[in-house]
C-alpha cells in the first residue's frame, strides 16, 4: 500500500516542542528523537522514511495510507439541496449613532431606507421554504439599529410564529442592538420572545464613547449601561460585543465583563466595503501587536493557574479567552471548512428585498446575491471550502480557521477568498498557542478542567492518543459537562 506523510506543522512554544497534524486537527508533544525525523523530512522531502521512522510518524498519526485528496468538500454539491435556515432581516438601515468604524460607511449607507412589514413577510415567506425539510430556523432583526423599527419587529414576530405554527417549524430569534433604545416594553418583548440578543458595546466608558456616539453628538455608553442593567436581570446571557480598534482584547474583555455581562466577544474592526469616513477618528492600518501580546500572556495564564489548581483564577479567565475555542477544537478535532455559512446556509435581506452573503455586505452591489420576490440566487461560489481556497490551501491553521470571515477578506483583500495578513497571522498565532497549552496539559490537569466545566467532556478525547489516563478521567465524571457546538 502507498503511504504519504500528513502535512503538519512543528511549534516551538511555551518551553515545548510539538507537532500539528493539519489534516486532523491534533496536537502530539515530540521528543528530540522525532523532532529530528520532522526536521529530516522537511529539509528533504524527496527522501523516502526508514520503517523506524514510518513507525514514529504513524503513532502520531501523521501517515496516511493513501494519497490524501485534498479536497474532502466537494464545491460540486447540489447546492440547491442546502438549506438556508438561518437569515438577518434588515428592518432598518437608519442608526441614532455614527459609530467610528461604521461597516455602513460612518453610519451612513447609500440609502436610509426602512423595511415595509409586506417585505418582512415575505421575507420570512422566503426563509420558510428554503429551510426545506429542516425543523427549525433562525431569524436576526438587525438594521441600523433595528429597534429603531420596533413596530415591524413585533409583526414580524407574530407573522413568523403563526407561519412555523402551520407547517410545524420551530423558530428562535435573535437581534443585534446598540441598546440605546431599549426601554421597559422592548425588553418585555425580548424576555417573551427569548430572543437572544447581542449589544454593541465597545468596553470602559472612555474607550466606548471615543466609538460609538450619538449622530447629534455625545456618547452613548451611560444610556446603554442603564438600559442593559434591567435587560441583565431579565436575561444575564446577553451577549456584549466590542469591536477592537486598537489595544488589549483582554481588557475589554474584563471591562465588559465587570458590567455585569457573562457572554462577551471583541471582533477586530474590519475596513467598509462601502467607503467608511471615520474623519480620522481611528488609525489607517490595524494594529494587532498587542492582540499577539494577550495570547501570549493568555497561554501562561492557562498554564500557571492550571499547575497551580487555582479554580477561581480558571474561571474568571475562560469567559475572557482567545484560546479556549482553539483549545477544545483541538482536543475534539473538530474541523472547520468554512469561516462561516454566509452565502449558502445563511443569508441578509436588505430594506428592498435584495437578498446579500451576510448583515455586513448589505447595499455593496456586487455582493448582491439575488432577491427574495423572484430569481434563482448564486450561492455556488461561497460553498468553496478551505481546502479548495487558493490562499488557504497550505496554510496549517486552515481547519481551524476555515477562511476567515468573508466580509473581511472582501474588505481588506477585494475578495471574499483573500484574507488580510494580519488577521490570518492573529489565527495562526492563536491555534499556535493553544496547541502549545494542550500539549503541556497532562492526565491530571485534563481531569481537573473538565471537572471545572472549563473544557468539555467529548469522548473524541479518547482519539487523540495522549493521554491514556483520559478514559478513566471520564469514567470517574460519568459524562458530566457539555459538548461545544459543532463548528462548520
Ligand atoms: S489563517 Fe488565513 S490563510 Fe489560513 S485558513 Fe485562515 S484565512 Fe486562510
Ligand atoms: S461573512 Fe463575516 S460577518 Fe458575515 S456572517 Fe460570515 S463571519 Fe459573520
Known amino acids: 500500500m502507498t503511504c504519504t506523510l500528513k502535512p503538519f506543522h512543528l511549534i516551538h512554544e511555551l518551553g515545548g516542542t510539538y507537532v500539528l497534524n493539519v489534516q486532523d486537527l491534533r496536537i502530539n508533544v515530540v521528543d528530540d528523537q522525532t523532532l529530528g525525523t520532522l526536521e529530516r523530512v522537511l529539509t528533504t522531502p524527496d527522501q523516502g522514511l526508514e520503517s523506524s521512522e514510518q513507525r514514529d510518524l504513524d503513532r502520531l498519526g501523521l501517515i496516511a495510507p493513501q494519497e490524501d485528496s485534498r479536497s474532502e468538500l466537494s464545491q460540486e454539491k447540489n447546492v440547491d439541496l442546502i438549506p438556508v435556515t438561518s437569515m438577518s432581516l434588515l428592518l432598518t438601515e437608519a442608526c441614532n449613532l455614527k459609530c467610528v468604524y461604521c461597516y455602513c460607511g460612518s453610519g451612513n449607507r447609500k440609502a436610509e431606507g426602512r423595511m415595509t412589514e409586506a417585505t418582512a413577510y415575505r421575507a420570512l415567506d422566503w426563509l420558510l421554504e428554503n ?18 423599527a420596533f413596530p415591524t419587529m413585533r409583526k414580524s414576530v407574530k407573522y413568523v410564529r403563526r407561519k412555523c405554527l402551520e407547517s410545524g417549524k420551530k423558530v428562535r430569534f435573535h437581534t443585534t442592538s446598540n441598546g440605546t433604545l431599549l426601554d421597559e416594553e422592548k425588553i418585555d418583548f425580548i424576555a417573551e420572545h427569548a430572543m437572544a440578543m447581542r449589544i454593541s458595546i465597545d468596553g470602559p466608558r472612555e474607550v466606548h464613547d471615543g466609538h460609538r456616539r450619538f449622530s447629534g453628538g455625545g456618547g452613548s455608553y451611560d444610556t446603554i449601561i442603564e438600559n442593559c442593567r434591567k435587560l441583565l436581570e431579565i436575561n444575564p446571557d446577553v451577549e456584549a460585543h466590542a469591536v477592537l480598534v486598537e489595544g488589549s482584547p483582554l481588557a475589554i474583555k474584563e471591562a465588559l465583563l465587570a458590567i455585569g455581562f457573562k457572554q462577551v466577544s471583541v471582533r477586530v474592526r474590519s475596513d467598509s466595503l462601502l467607503g467608511g469616513r471615520s474623519g480620522g477618528r481611528i488609525p ?181 492518543g495522549l493521554w491514556d489516563g483520559i478514559k478513566s478521567a471520564l469514567d470517574l465524571l460519568g459524562g458530566r459537562g457539555h459538548m461545544h457546538q459543532a463548528k462548520i
Not at 286 to 311: F, P, Q, V
Not at 325 to 341: D, E, F, P, T, Y
Not at 368 to 375: D, K
Open 131 to 148: 429551510s426545506l425539510a429542516s425543523r427549525e430556523i433562525y431569524v436576526n432583526f438587525c438594521g441600523g439599529e433595528p429597534f429603531l
Open 284 to 464: 489607517p492600518t490595524r494594529e494587532i501587536g498587542r492582540i499577539l501580546e494577550d495570547l501570549e500572556r493568555e497561554a501562561y495564564l492557562w498554564l500557571r493557574h492550571t499547575g497551580e489548581r487555582n479554580s477561581q483564577a480558571l474561571k474568571e479567565l475562560k469567559p475572557k479567552s482567545q484560546l479556549v475555542n482553539a483549545m477544545i477544537s483541538l482536543l475534539q478535532n473538530s474541523k472547520r471548512h468554512h469561516g462561516c455559512v454566509a452565502g449558502f446556509g445563511f443569508f441578509a435581506v436588505s430594506c428592498d428585498g435584495s437578498v446579500y452573503p451576510c448583515h455586513r455586505f448589505v447595499d455593496a452591489p456586487e455582493y448582491r446575491l439575488g432577491s427574495i420576490f423572484g430569481g434563482k440566487l448564486e450561492r455556488r461560489t461561497y460553498l468553496r471550502p478551505v481546502e479548495l481556497v487558493e490562499a488557504c490551501a497550505e496554510c496549517f491553521a486552515r481547519y481551524y480557521c476555515g477562511g476567515g470571515c468573508k466580509y473581511d477578506n472582501a474588505a481588506s483583500g477585494g475578495d471574499i477568498f483573500s484574507p488580510a495578513a494580519d488577521i490570518c497571522q492573529l489565527r495562526r498565532r492563536e491555534l499556535e498557542f493553544a496547541a502549545s497549552v494542550v500539549g503541556n496539559l497532562g492526565d491530571e490537569e485534563l481531569k481537573y478542567l473538565i471537572e471545572l466545566d472549563i473544557l468539555p467532556v467529548n469522548p473524541l478525547f479518547l482519539t487523540i
